[in-house]
């Protein structure tokens, strides 16, 4: 039978209702309706759920790689609906495929939801307009409100594919689309998931009892062991030795970072880690200096922490607690950045998530020496800011498990 992928945050109810009894065809693709924009991936005509299907296959390192439809794209009919629709048939693997649009012919507005591909059966992958996540830091780049300013209607022509971060080290892949339609309407996942008691309640009752936990530690280059900073030593490695060294707990770290990335691009791939951890007991969230670079700022920040609070939430069913990591400042934007930390204090006790406020830590602890917590280019971590960040997220995980 096939299954229904939830996207929620990233994976949703799905239903399907149409205008009289059922949804508008925007493509069955049928026959080659999207083209690759470059040479590193192909279309190929497949078998589909019914008739035939498009195969997008992917080439090892295939950044900014595409596939563009040539008649899917925005109508005035697309404002009256509540998203689209559309079967993936995956390869089995732990990538992961990406939806994108452009709004209203502007590259500075793009919209994007990604989607698992771990399943070889049919899947029917549904998403409400609220999960095309605007996923640049530019001030005009909000929400799809089809009442509002940005409306669906605007949208340009669908593509699917991966930017520069879904890059080689995920290597290569494929993945079958069939049927795209217009859904009038979707059942939204509407529960609040705010915990009834302390944010990190559960998490901390496991740690301090000793048992194992599974943690999620989405990030950028402070956290991703890919990167030369973090190759030797790193926060996660110290806090995983922290959680067995404290509480005989031990801790299995699922790391999706990925250096030079933003917050909202680390939404949008979720789905790579949900494919095989569905339910982590902890999910720990760290970023702002990219996104500050990209031009994003307090406000804009707050909301955009919140709203990866509630999608984490959704996409676990509530199963996950949260911890915010506030940003923390390099030694040339020590100061530059503060309203990006005051955001995730903001977010945290809004969405009565856990809080680690690592940029007021490393505001005290750099009082008379800065560059002792950085590696030489004053931005990364050195170990003694490596070890100094494991040690704060345990004590965060005990002062908001209380």
Known sequence: MPTVLRLSA???????????AESTSLDPMDAVTFKCLNDKGTVEVADGKVGKALKFVFADD????????STV??????????????????????????????????????YDCGFSIASTEWTKVVVPWRDLI??????????????GDHQPSKLGQAWFGKWWYW?????????????????????????????????????YAKMKAGKPITVVTMGDSLTDTHHWSNQQTNWPAYFKTGLKDTFKCDGTIVNPAIGGTELRQNVVMMPRWLSSTPKPDLVTVCFGGNDWNSGMRGAMFTAA??????????????????????????????????????AGRVAAKDEKAGLCD????????????????????????????????????????????K
């Open 134 to 147: 605007p996923v640049l830091a530019k001030p005009e780049c909000v929400p799809l409100d089809p009442k």
């Open 62 to 69: 295939s950044k900014n790689a595409f596939m563009v439809a």
């Open 305 to 342: 922490l919140k709203d990866a609070i509630q999608r984490i939430r959704r996409a676990t069913k509530g199963e996950a607690d949260v911890l915010i990591m506030t940003t923390v400042p390099g030694v040339e934007t020590w100061d530059t950045t503060a309203e990006l930390t005051e």
């Open 358 to 401: 690592t940029g007021a830590l490393f505001h005290e602890l750099g009082k008379a020496d800065k560059e002792h917590l950085f590696a030489n280019d004053k931005v990364h971590l050195g170990q003694p800011g490596q070890q100094a960040i494991a040690k704060a997220v345990i004590e965060a995980i005990e002062k908001n498990g």
């Open 167 to 203: 890059n080689g080290a995920y290597g290569p892949h494929s993945y079958t689309v069939d049927d795209i339609r217009l859904e009038p309407t979707i059942d939204l996942d509407t529960k609040d998931y705010k915990p009834s008691s302390a944010p990190l309640a559960r998490v």
């Open 10 to 20: 990233i994976l949703v109810a799905a239903a399907a209702c149409s205008w009289s």
């Open 73 to 110: 794209r925005g109508k005035p009919e697309w404002d009256q609906a509540a998203g689209i629709s559309f079967w993936v048939k995956g390869d089995g693997s732990a990538n992961c495929g990406a939806l994108q649009f452009v709004w209203n012919e502007d590259y500075g507005q793009r």
